[in-house]
Every structure is written in C-alpha cells, then in structure tokens.
C-alpha cells in the first residue's frame, strides 16, 4: 500500500490516478490503408486516399495491427474478445480529415487484464503491486497540426493520420507519481519485448492520459482531470505531482475541480486548463458502417500465443531460480528487451568460451555487465545499444579473467582500450604485455624486497595485527604493475610471514 499523502492545510488527501496510454502499434503500414509509417519522413509524404478522406474510400483492416494488439493483450493476461466492433468518434479539428476517428468504445478487442510493478522501497512502492487493466482498444490516430513554420498559418501533416494505435486503459488503481511511473516503465517493457510498440516517447509512438483525482483517505473517488499527451515518464510523474497539489489547495479554499482536459508545459512543470472534459455522448460514438465486426477464429489466437516471447517477469524469476543472480540482477537484467538479449549472448559465448554450464558462469557475466561494462559505457558517453564491445568480445575477456591470462584489475584496463579503439581483448593484452605473472619465482623475489623494506610492519603483523596483510598484497601488486596473480601473491606471502 502506497503511504504517499499530500498534506493539505486541513488533513491528509490521497491521490488516485488512471493512465490511458497510447501505443503506437508496430507495422509497416496503417490500420486501413498501405501506406508507410516511418517516423521522421517529409510531410503529407505518407498518406493514401483512404488516409487523407477522399470520397469513396473504403477502410480495410491490417491484419498485423490487430495481431499485434491481440499479442499484448496476452502479455497482460488479459480477456481477448472474440468479436468486436470499430465505432465512429466524432469531430471536428483540422487534423482529422474525415471528421470522425475509427475506434472502439463499445466492444473493444481486448477486455480486463493486469500488470505488476515491484515493489521499490526508495521510490515509496513498499510491495509489489498489481495494476488492473479495464481494456485495450485499436484506433486510427490523428495527423499533426505544424504552427511553427509560418508567422499566420499552420499547416497540417497527415503522415500520422490512420496510424494504428493501441489505447491502453488502466484502473484507477495507482496511488503515488511514484506508482504510476513503475507503471508506465513496466508497461513500455511488455511491449518491446512482445515487440508491438518501440515505447520511444520521445517520438510520440508511446505517449499517456493521465486522469488524476483527489480525496480524503477512504473517500469515494472525487471529480478527476485528464491530462493529454503526456511524454516522458518524468513528466507522467510530475503532472500527478503538480495536479495533486492544484486539486488539493482549490479544494480546501472551497473551490470545485472541474471535469476538464488539461496539458502540461514541460517547461513550468505545471498544467493548464484545455477545454471541459467531454462524455461519450458528445463523441455522437455509432457503429462504423464502412467496417465488419471483427470475428477471430482459434487459430490466429493460438498462433498469436505461440509467437509470444519469455517476458520480463517470468525471465527475471528463471534467472534467480536456475541461473543463481541475485534479485536486484535479476531486475536490472530484465528491464529491458535490450538488455536481456546481451545478456543471453553473453552469457551464451562465456560458457561456450570457458567450457562451463551457463549457470556456472552466469554470476560472473552479470556482475561483469552491470558493473564493469555499464559504468565503462556510460564514462565514455555510449549505451549497450551502441556499445563498441560486442557480447562475443566480453566473453572474450571474461574468459582471459578465467583462466589467469590477467588479472580483474588489469581487465578494466583492457574494457577500457576495447571501447576506445574496437580491438579483440587478446589483442590488447598481447600488444601492450599485459598477461598475469604467475611465475612464484618472480613474486617471491618482490615480496623479499617488500618485506625487507618494511620490517616494522612485518613485526607488527607476527604481533597480531593480521589487517597488514592487505598492505603487503598491496605492495606487491603495486611492485608487479598489477600483473602478479593475487592467489599467487597471497600464497608467497603466507608462507613468508608464517
């Protein structure tokens, strides 16, 4: 149970927040026409008759789009109607040529289903969670009104228009920004890892609703604005923020919260009023007589279940139960599709290279990736997606690190040169002289001068006080440039000081 509570100058005040999300579905082509749907073309260079409304234009469903949807809809475990319907929403705005967008209110494709966010106790989520999702409806999406490109005018883009789009409808079930941005994260990871939506925000292929309200503690649910467009999980989190507080200080000065659409200005950090909120009646929503009701047959939803991937809860529990990490590995593993594939082949090319089960190793290619290779990227301003190291490279190093090649110190060295230059890792070691020392002749010869430089501190330790024995370690390496085997080291040195 979430404990955040806006404290208002009277009492205590909950928040409770519902997000529609709208997804971009991932095909080449609209939801009723063929035309493409690249991100980033020239304007009104994307657009088909049926697109741009012209007279006698008749839709045709993408199959893609409403497998796609159906694929999602398993993710969440959710209902997965047989039959449904495509309604007309009616308006009027210059970047809706046809006056009304195709949707489904009535009878959607995809009925209730849920999503867990985890628990996270610095974020203020105590314990996991789960989220219900009320339905996920498929509609056509708007074009984009452009008003920067002329002092008087603003012109329309239709690339966007007859895009599929999957609206995702939580409950208002979240109590916190904090929730609703482990949701959004969540959410945004089913969909890359089924691979319905990219989840880029910043390119609008994903972007959310959010309908906040507030009310005393126990309290039916009070009057709750939507928030448009909302585009980063920042800023999904930061209108609940600025709402919360907007709602809650005109409440106790004896205003009323209005019903009404708002947007936020990333800006200031706050919203501003939009318009009044509309109801389903003021759509005029009917049957769209251009359309069939949607009918699917067992096996295109059998077939959709079978392509389904592992997704991320059920990869995060086989990775602690058969593979051994720890849960927060786990988590970071898994957060992203991303992620999770490096890491597979990681792991894959580790067990191959040093001759070992997968879950033999595993512990060391997660350590390995989210300390060493993590940090070594984000210094040199890359991501894994990006990343100048391969995961067969890695295994690589992983394997020089196995086998006493060199040593875990010296390895960093080598992730180093491999992201700045792109070489093999044994190239490196091999170029710059780097292989371990594990010749004991050679380490005894500096742990004598060591211990001869430093026969205080020798006395000291056959006194008792055996912390001193890291400072002869120390010293070796620091003698060896870091190249002495540490077990070999360690060896030597307890023989010597007894």
Known sequence: MSNYRIQGATGE??????????????????????????????????????????????????????????????????????????DRKNYFYADLPQGYQISQLYHPLVGEGSLLIDADEKAGIPEDKVIGVERIHVEQDAGKLMHDQHPAKSYVDLNRSGVALMEIVSRPDMRSPAEAGAYVRKLRAILRYVGSCDGNMEEGSMRADVNVSVRRPGDEFGTRTETKNVNSVRFVMQTIEHEAVRQVELLEAGGTVVQETRLFDPGTGTT????????????????????????LDDSFIDECRASLPELPDAKRKRYIGDLGLSAYNAAVLTAEVETA?????????????????EADVAKQAANWLISDLFGALNKAGHDLENSPVSAAAGAELLA?????????????????????????????????????????????????????????????????????????????????????NPQVVNEVLKAKLG
């Open 13 to 86: 005040w909950e928040v409770v927040i519902g997000l529609e999300v709208h997804a971009q579905v991932t095909s080449n082509a609209k939801l009723f026409s063929g035309a493409a749907t690249a991100f980033g073309a020239e304007p009104n260079s994307q657009v088909s008759l049926i697109d741009a409304a012209m007279p006698g234009m008749l839709p045709v469903p993408n199959r893609e789009c409403i497998r796609q949807a159906v694929r999602t809809g398993m993710a969440i475990d959710a209902q997965i109607n047989k039959w449904s319907r495509f």
């Open 272 to 295: 501003r009023s939009m318009r009044s909120k509309e109801d389903a009646h003021d759509y005029r929503y009917f049957p769209d007589p251009d359309l069939l009701p949607l009918e």
């Open 341 to 357: 594939r490096w890491f597979e082949t990681l792991l894959a090319e580790t067990a191959s290279a040093q001759g070992k089960p």
């Open 400 to 484: 020089l690190v196995g086998k006493g090649t060199i040593s875990g110190s010296i390895s960093k060295q080598v992730l180093e040169t491999m992201i700045a230059t792109g070489d093999a890792p044994t190239l490196i070691v091999d170029r710059e002289g780097l292989k371990q020392e594990s010749d004991s002749g050679a380490i005894e010869a500096a742990v004598d001068t060591i211990l001869a430089n430093n026969a205080d501190k020798v006395e000291q330790y056959r006194g008792g006080k055996e912390a001193l024995f890291g400072f002869f370690v120390g010293q070796t390496m620091k003698a060896m440039q870091g190249k002495a």
